[in-house]
RNA sequence: GCUCCUGUAGUGUAGUGGCCUAUCAUGCAGCCCUGUCACGGCUGCGACCCGGGUUCAAAUCCCGGCAGGGGCGCCA
């Protein structure tokens, strides 16, 4: 186990409190129980070094309390008869495990492994893999099954955002940016319902609390579906996650909110989202933020500070369906019928916000082989280079729609964390691809 | 690509021209105390990002470089 502190001096008697995955405990040593050798190697080894203790579990003698106060309950601590060091930790150390300054972003993520052990962080990282966990037990009990799609493409398949380009053996190749094209294949051949958990690259210099340039997209695909059949889906799954981990996961979030409050930060509260989540189609959002006197036309972007207007009606998750085509990829489903009172062309494409930030997109797919040659067409794509994603739905597609979720944006949401890269083991981004 | 801000011991900070031989906390080292438990006490160690300039005097003001951060744009 790792010594997380132990007290000073040379006397006689000596307390560590050690810390493994599982917890941690004091170790009571004391001479003549242990070598002076022992006993020597107690007192002087430095935090963090890594020791083997051999002893017996034995009830702790209760803490002093001022008179009246009721004893706190029986705590147990091993009392040593052997220890053998294991490593010994340098000093000092580039930051502290258990100290009670800040340390910067920076540093933190420089020295990770260090950053880990803190307790609140290493909840973070815990509640991160229930996440998942939560998230993939929700999909399968719905009949999905887990798919892996290349993160290695051939063309910049979708326009929009930017792709690192690679190199791949004597030809260009980038780095995907989605699974969409892929996952819809896969519906394609009758898989279905399908998921995926996987890595998404892009090559935007954005530089804000939300955004990373490799980040672990939750991804759906299905069937036989509308937009509306997977907004369902997606709060079903996020009721799921929150209700999972509010009934086992307690102590995690306890763990960070020891850390928040000692910060005097509001502890965070699991409360588990009803269902269904509000919707407010984009039509909706932008009279809402047209009438909190804020001059933005059908058509626009819903900017961050757009959505701080939506936010104070809408705190928590909330979609926002039916965007303009415009505004949406050419794979996106729309129906002619549907426009706005002005006439624009509406699309089956839908966000998930939680507050100011977008947690998803999604949609109803385009199954319509010629639709979609002539949507290529009309964002100046040049249909011959998605022949191999055409070519798919060309023999018999069904209506199928899906979305993609950010994990990091979720457990930022989930843990309150004000910074992507707190949810991130190593992240990248506009500066740091190390370590 | 645009814009604003910041670089002080291992870490987090105080400091806005002389009171800086640079504050405090944490850490580290030594000593003392100790069935401690956020242990405590004493002593010590350790820093002004780099280069140039202004000035009698620069951590502090100016210029350049480097590094970092916030926000915007962009972003399925």
New binding site residues.
Partial sequence: MWIC?S?????????I?LRDGTGSL?A?I?KGNVSDEELEIAQ?A??ESTFQITGEI?K?????VPEGEPLPPP?Y?I?ASKIIILSLAE??????V??????????RLDNRFLDLRRKHINAMFKLRSRILQYGREHLISEGFGEINSPKIIAAA??????LFPIKYFDRDAYL?????LYKQLAVMGNLERVFEIGP?F?A??????R?LNEFI?FDIEMAWASDEDVMQVQERMISHIWSEIKSNDQSLIDDINEFRVSEEKEPIVVNVPSIPFPRVSYCEAIELIQNKGIEINWGD?I???HADMLAEKYSEFYFIPKWPMAM??FYIFHDKNETSATGGQLSR?F?LNYGRDEMT?GGQREHRADVLTQNLIDVDLNPDDFDFYIDGFRYGAPPHAGW?LGVARLLMVLTGAG?V?ETVLFPR?R??CTP
């Fill in positions: 502190r007290n000073r001096g040379k006397g006689a008697v000596c307390f409190k004091q009571f004391k002087t430095s935090r034995a702790k003698r209760p803490p002093k705590e601590e009392v000093t000092p150390m580039p930051l502290g258990t100290d009670k300054v800040e340390v910067g972003m920076d540093v398949a979708e326009g929009g955002t930017n995907s940016q989605s699974p969409q998404a892009r935007e210099k954005h530089d804000t609390y955004h997209s972007d900017e961050a500070h949406k990829p494409g966000d997109s993609g910074n890269r981004d500066r740091r």
